[in-house]
Every structure is written in C-alpha cells, then in structure tokens.
C-alpha cells in the first residue's frame, strides 16, 4: 500500500470536508500554481485577484473552486507571464498524485485500462460541467475532455494542461517515453504549436471536436504500479461524498452550455436546445423568462462573447470564425459583429492589436 504524505492528506481532507461539497473543481486541480505562476515571472497576487481565486482554497485538495474561476486563472496566468503555453508546461510537471483523490483513483487502478475507465467515470465528482469519456475506436481508445459550461470561452489552458495531466498518468505505468498517438485539441493552433508536438512526441492536431488523446489498446493491460483494490474503493467513495450537496448548474448557464455545442453545427435551434436539456419548447422558453432572458437574445450574447474571443486569436481567419458561429455566410456575421460594437470584425481587430502594442 502506498504510504505517502499526499496520500494521507488526501484521505483524511476528504473525509474531513465532504460536507462543504464540491461546487465547481476541487482544488487539488491547481496544486502548486502560483509557485509555477511566479516561477514563470507572472504576478500570482495579481492573477488570483483578477480571477476571483482565494489562494487559501488551494492549501487543502479537496476544497472548491468555482469552475469559471478555475478556468479564468489559467487563462489570466498565460496572460500575465507572457507565457502563452502555460497550461501546456503546467500539465507536463503535474504529476497524479498532486490531483487528490481523483489522481489516487487512477493510481490504485489494477491496470492501466482500468485506470483511464476508473478516471472518466469519476471526473464529473472532480470537476462539474465536464465531458470526459473513453470511446472505443477499434484498435484505440479516444479519451475525451471538454469543458461544458456555458460561460466558459477561453478554456485553451485549461485543455491543454489536463490532457498533460492524463498523459502524466499513463506514463507513470508505461514509462517517460511514452507517446499517444495522435492528440487533439479544440482551439485554433497557437504560435508555438511546435512545442506540443514536442512535449507529446506525436502528431497534434487543432480545432478538433474534442481534446483527446488517442491510446493504442494493446498499451493498456499493463499492471499499475501501485495498484491497492481496497484503497481504490475508499478514494471511489471520499469523491463521491464531496458531491452530495452539490445543486445543479442553472438554467441560463445550461442553454448557454447547449448553445455553444450547437452553435458549430450551424444556427442554435430552440426545439433541439430544449430537447438535449428534456425540456419543451415552452418550459425552456418559460424558465429563462423567469431569469429576465429569452432564447434568442441568449444566443445573440453567447456569440457576442465567442466572436470576441475568436477575434483574440489573431491566426484564425474571419471566414472561419463565422462558421463557428453558426452563420452560413460572413456577411451575416459581419452585420452582427456591426451591431454589437459598431466596427467590421477586421477593424476590432486590429484596434485590439494597437492598443497592445501600446500598452
């Protein structure tokens, strides 16, 4: 059985405060961030404090987080070190067992299959709003992640240093060396997209459906290393615990969720929203009444807010943002984008790009 001080820390916090529950990411998730904030010359105070992060929250793994905080406190890091492959590095040193309870049901897993089965099946007790599957492809497993929460955009940083995370933890039962063979990612292709192809040592691909790692089968029936079946069974039940008072996501941040996932697939449709949510048409369009909201005035803002996000992203072309945003020709967009702010999207741009050169 292993023995470790993180271990036992990760034990008796869990059953110490599983009565606060879990209410976005437990805070094992950040173990360690603001010493790698600093470490890359950023201003941890500064991050945490734009990012409404309470530094004290990460002294116990099994404390909450709110998942947007969460999310906005990699992005902001990235930011303020002008380190733009932060969550990529982040995830490269994070190790499983500085993830709690959710890195010690990986570890005490008999096998290495079980541990990724193991891992997905108990994420949504880690982090809430979260899609994390393995997906059988034949000779491969495709171990899904994406974040789905409908106020969350930026959420690159975030992808990349979990799928760092779940790389970490298949290594420490094959080896250092070990490779996937593909890896997929959500968002645009950054910059220095040489260095994940590196740091993964395989083909990485960008604006994918998910963020994913593809897994040979034939890799997975190695015996984990620290393999404990009654420990296994105590991490299983602490995590579940965390999340017993837990409400759910409102309704507003639900359509917001949908929105987002239909919005690729063309023009959202309040039939197939309120349909993916098992709701009617009028019990959906009477709740978000009540939040002081309509469903088309919702996907008006959720566009507003992706488009100036995309428009952040200075590779990723005009065309190709409208198509992700659900309109069927750029000129549509262009009418929107006029609307909102008053300028093309071409001209936000690039006043965006004079006042950074300014500042």
Request: aromatic share 8%; proline share 5%.
């Amino acid at each position: 059985m292993m023995t470790t001080p993180s271990l036992h820390s990760a034990l008796s916090g869990s059953l110490n405060s599983a009565a606060g529950g879990n209410m976005g990411v437990l805070s094992a998730a950040a173990s360690g961030l603001g010493d790698f904030i600093s470490q890359y010359g950023g201003d941890a105070d500064r991050v945490f404090g734009i990012s409404g992060v309470d530094p004290e929250l990460l002294a116990s793994p099994t404390l909450s987080l709110g998942l947007v905080n969460y999310c906005r406190v990699m992005e902001e890091a990235a930011h303020n070190s002008g380190f733009d492959n932060f969550g990529l590095h982040y995830g490269r040193q994070f190790k499983p067992q500085s993830l709690g309870l959710i890195g010690y049901i990986g570890l005490c897993s008999g096998t290495l299959e079980q541990a990724l089965h193991n891992v997905a099946n108990a994420f949504p007790y880690h982090q809430h709003d979260t899609l994390v599957r393995m997906v059988d492809k034949g000779d491969c497993w495709r171990l899904d992640y994406q974040v789905r929460h409908g106020a969350i955009l930026a959420r690159r940083q975030d992808a990349e240093l979990t799928l760092g995370m779940f790389m970490n933890l298949i290594r420490h039962a094959m080896g250092p060396h070990w490779a996937p063979r593909e890896v997929h990612f959500e968002h645009p292709r950054p910059e220095q997209w040489h260095e994940h192809c590196k740091l993964f040592d395989a083909p990485v691909y960008f604006e994918q459906p998910f963020n994913s790692l593809i897994i040979p089968k034939r890799e997975l029936s190695r015996t984990m290393p620290d393999s404990d079946p009654m420990l296994l069974l105590v991490m299983q039940d602490a995590i579940r615990r965390l999340n017993n008072r837990v409400p759910n996501q409102g309704i507003v941040d639900q359509t917001r969720t949908q929105v987002h996932l239909q919005l690729a697939m063309g023009e959202p449709v309040l039939d197939d929203v309120a349909e993916k949510m098992g709701l009617s048409c009028g019990s959906l369009q009477r709740r978000l009444r009540e939040q002081g909201v309509s469903f088309t005035t919702l996907v008006d803002k959720v566009r507003c807010e992706m488009a100036t996000h995309y428009l952040q992203q200075n590779q990723l072309p005009v065309s190709e943002m409208a198509l992700l945003l659900g309109y069927s020709e750029v000129s549509a967009f262009s009418r929107a984008f006029r609307r909102w702010f008053g300028v093309s999207p071409r001209q936000w741009r690039k006043g965006e790009q004079v006042l950074a050169y300014r500042e």
